[in-house]
């Protein structure tokens, strides 16, 4: 079973910076598709950047100020945000998943990634 695991969450003011990082021990690097997603309280999941095979994708409103990147094996992501507003504030979830070949990578889809983690929480404060 994997079981993504974040870290790096915390509390910045505005304008700041965090960096979050993921690791999914024991996912296969072939065609390993992981994501970030973000729940604000009482808001649905909201996708933030995917990256897979080293193609990346952003949400539109984050991109220029979040780089999505991962290591030499792919099964380890981080998310550098900068410049961040309070809209940013919300639990951040890693999402990884085997990338089947139907699946146009790398995807926004939240059905599209089985195995998700706990979550870190970032607060953006005014």
């Known amino acids: 079973q994997v079981q993504p695991v974040e870290s790096g969450g915390g509390t910045v003011q505005v304008g700041g910076s965090l960096r979050l990082s993921c690791t999914a021990p024991g996912l296969s690097s072939n065609r390993c598709g992981m994501a970030w997603y973000r729940q604000a309280p009482g808001q649905q999941h909201e996708w933030v950047a995917s990256i897979t095979d080293g193609y990346i994708r952003y949400k539109e409103s984050v991109e220029g100020r979040c780089t999505i990147s991962h290591d030499h094996d792919k099964t380890t992501i981080t998310l550098q945000n900068n410049s961040l507003i309070p809209d940013d504030t919300a639990m951040y979830y890693c999402?990884?998943?085997?990338?089947?070949?139907?699946?146009?990578?790398?995807?926004?889809?939240?059905?599209?990634?089985?195995?998700w983690g706990q979550g870190t929480q970032v607060t953006v404060s005014s």
């Open positions: 999402a990884a998943g085997q990338m089947g070949e139907l699946i146009v990578v790398p995807t926004f889809e939240l059905y599209d990634y089985d195995y």
